[in-house]
């Protein structure tokens, strides 16, 4: 068996297009809590904490499909307490991308940031 054949195949990252057509949409699923930033992601696909994500992402009016590499950092199973919407947490990753687009979510909701409305996030 060659060194290659032994070798677990590397997992490629789950791809998720993701268009968020209002403000109020972009501030229940933005973190700002989180480093580099992240989105929560209605999906009733199954992930583990740690999985790789690819992101498309749309936000309001910008026909640019923003790409985003990142992480899961949290689950939220079906069922979960309060009605909360199913889904995972996406923490944008460190890289140029990641941070072009927290600074465009963080324009976006300025003056938002830190309300008491509720969000998807915690």
């Given at each position: 068996?060659?060194?290659?054949?032994?070798?677990?195949?590397?997992?490629r990252?789950?791809?998720?297009?993701?268009?968020?057509?209002?403000?109020?949409?972009?501030?229940?699923?933005?973190?700002?809590?989180?480093?580099?930033?992240?989105?929560?992601?209605?999906?009733?696909?199954?992930?583990?904490?740690?999985?790789?994500?690819?992101?498309?992402?749309?936000?309001?009016?910008?026909s640019?499909?923003?790409?985003?590499?990142?992480?899961?950092?949290?689950?939220?199973?079906?069922?979960?307490?309060?009605?909360?919407?199913?889904?995972?947490?996406?923490?944008?990753?460190?890289?140029?991308?990641?941070?072009?687009?927290?600074?465009?979510?963080?324009?976006?909701?300025?003056?938002?940031?830190?309300?008491?409305?509720?969000?998807?996030?915690?």
């Amino acid at each position: 068996m060659n060194e290659s054949a032994r070798r677990p195949m590397a997992t490629r990252p789950s791809v998720l297009s993701l268009n968020i057509s209002s403000k109020s949409a972009l501030y229940a699923a933005y973190m700002p809590f989180i480093k580099n930033g992240g989105l929560f992601v209605p999906t009733a696909r199954t992930y583990k904490l740690g999985d790789e994500i690819f992101m498309i992402l749309q936000i309001m009016d910008d026909s640019t499909k923003h790409p985003v590499a990142g992480t899961v950092a949290w689950i939220t199973p079906a069922g979960a307490q309060g009605n909360k919407t199913q889904g995972i947490g996406v923490q944008f990753g460190g890289d140029e991308a990641g941070q072009v687009l927290r600074n465009q979510i963080e324009h976006i909701l300025a003056g938002h940031l830190g309300s008491s409305r509720p969000t998807h996030t915690i």
